[in-house]
């Protein structure tokens, strides 16, 4: 065999060679086809199903102790300027026509660095709430992440430091989220207590609704409202 042959014979073996190293470095460690390829760094963390809080009397508070109750749940803060404002005083008012017959409130901060449960006591002494049906609550360790998730997971609406939405989130008597309004809109004040009206009125939980959710008759997806957002005027 001549020296030429053998030259390109090796050059062509060089060449097969590096070609499978290739495909072997692309695809080791990964599998294809019907199999999905599973990223590591994903969000493995369940979706949160239950919560405590601690409130503006230092009490502690867990979803289950609203376990057989109607509540309404939102998001706020203290020193917000203007939004969580009219906001509780939507709630203050649905709480003077709801709450004697057993709605509870449930208002948690998206700011617990200054919402302290002193803070929040004298931020709900405002609107005159009732501590045992008209809840603001913070975590016990100042730990928004935690606040996120409740909003996030529990509540369903989007939650960022001193930033949310004007959404209130109604539950029956199972727990189930039954439908969210914007309290600051006219027709969603009034969904939001027709919904109320018929859970309180409900004699047992199985009586609520049948439908997974109510129709607010308002599906537009609600900014945040926060620091540098556009504030609705009162």
Same mark, same amino acid.
């Not at 499978?20 to 994903?42: H, L, N």
């Given at each position: 065999?001549?020296?030429?042959?053998?030259?390109?014979?090796?050059?062509?073996m060089?060449?097969?060679?590096?070609?499978?190293i290739?495909?072997? /470095?692309?695809?080791?460690?990964?599998?294809?086809?019907?199999?999905?390829?599973?990223?590591?760094?994903?969000?493995l963390?369940?979706?949160?199903?239950?919560?405590?809080l601690?409130? #503006?009397?230092g009490?502690?508070?867990?979803?289950?102790?609203?376990?057989?109750?109607?509540?309404?749940?939102?998001?706020?803060?203290?020193?917000? *300027?203007?939004?969580?404002?009219? #906001?509780?005083?939507?709630?203050? #008012?649905?709480?003077?026509?709801?709450?004697?017959?057993?709605?509870?409130?449930?208002?948690?901060?998206?700011?617990?660095?200054?919402?302290?449960?002193?803070?929040?006591?004298?931020?709900?002494?405002?609107?005159?709430?009732?501590?045992?049906?008209?809840?603001?609550?913070?975590?016990?360790? =100042?730990?928004?992440?935690?606040?996120?998730?409740v909003?996030?997971?529990?509540f369903?609406?989007?939650?960022?430091?001193?930033?949310?939405?004007?959404?209130?989130?109604?539950?029956?008597?199972?727990?189930?989220?039954?439908?969210?309004?914007?309290?600051?809109?006219?027709?969603?004040?009034?969904?939001?207590?027709?919904?109320?009206?018929?859970?309180?009125? =409900?004699?047992?939980?199985g009586?609520?609704?049948d439908?997974?959710?109510y129709?607010?008759?308002?599906?537009?997806?609600?900014?945040?409202?926060?620091?540098?957002?556009? /504030? *609705? =005027? =009162?």
């Amino acid at each position: 065999m001549s020296r030429a042959v053998v030259f390109w014979l090796g050059i062509l073996m060089v060449f097969v060679g590096g070609t499978i190293i290739w495909f072997g /470095t692309k695809y080791s460690g990964r599998q294809v086809g019907s199999v999905a390829v599973v990223d590591e760094d994903a969000d493995l963390d369940p979706k949160m199903t239950s919560f405590e809080l601690i409130d #503006q009397t230092g009490s502690r508070l867990k979803s289950e102790d609203l376990d057989g109750q109607v509540w309404a749940g939102s998001i706020f803060f203290a020193s917000c *300027p203007s939004t969580c404002y009219t #906001q509780n005083v939507r709630l203050q #008012q649905l709480d003077t026509e709801f709450g004697e017959r057993g709605l509870k409130l449930i208002s948690v901060t998206c700011d617990p660095a200054n919402d302290t449960p002193a803070a929040l006591a004298a931020y709900a002494s405002r609107f005159n709430a009732d501590s045992d049906r008209w809840h603001f609550l913070t975590s016990p360790d =100042a730990d928004f992440e935690y606040l996120r998730r409740v909003g996030n997971d529990f509540f369903n609406i989007p939650v960022a430091e001193e930033t949310h939405t004007s959404q209130v989130v109604v539950f029956d008597r199972d727990g189930k989220n039954c439908g969210t309004f914007d309290i600051l809109k006219h027709e969603g004040q009034l969904g939001l207590k027709s919904l109320v009206d018929e859970l309180l009125s =409900a004699s047992t939980a199985g009586d609520s609704t049948d439908d997974d959710t109510y129709d607010s008759n308002d599906n537009t997806p609600e900014p945040l409202e926060g620091e540098g957002a556009e /504030t *609705p =005027a =009162a």
